[in-house]
């Protein structure tokens, strides 16, 4: 396919432009992005247009998908794809936002995931910065979620 997998920065983070997820994805292509994965921690695939399962069929190509606890979200034709919106309420009518302050997608687990994944399907004119941060070796527990380590959580 072409593509082209550019750097952000000199320390995170890649832009992948030229590649349709919604299309089967080859081995040499899989073992390229999971090595700008490996190099770069974070990857942006631009122009995307996903359904549910396509999306699932993209993450699948880092790994086994680290299944939700919380089902509140949790799309019904695809239960492992959890949706966040800036467009649900409370009964009182205030907006409620998932993740709205500072977390980490399931660092308190043993041996978290190695990755959260994120498909925007609107996005705001402004704001909805999403920082990334590192765990590749938890001291708490020697786990490795490094790209490429044997973890498959």
Not at 8 to 16: P, V
Not at 128 to 143: E, F, V, W
């Amino acid at each position: 396919m072409n593509y082209a997998i550019a750097a952000l920065s000199d320390h995170t983070g890649a832009e992948i432009r030229g590649i349709d997820l919604s299309r089967p994805v080859d081995e040499a292509d899989r073992a390229a992005f999971y090595r700008a994965f490996i190099d770069h921690s974070v990857l942006g695939f631009r122009d995307q247009h996903l359904t549910p399962r396509q999306l699932l069929t993209a993450v699948e190509m880092f790994g086994a998908v680290f299944l939700q606890h919380n089902s509140r979200f949790a799309l019904p034709e695809c239960p492992e794809i959890h949706y966040i919106s800036n467009q649900d309420f409370y009964p009182d009518g205030k907006r409620y936002i998932p993740g709205e302050g500072y977390h980490t997608d399931h660092s308190n687990a043993a041996c978290p995931p190695k990755a959260t994944v994120l498909h925007a399907v609107r996005l705001p004119d402004k704001g909805g910065d999403t920082p990334s941060t590192s765990i590749c070796i938890s001291p708490m527990t020697g786990c490795r979620t490094k790209p490429g380590a044997a973890s498959t959580a």
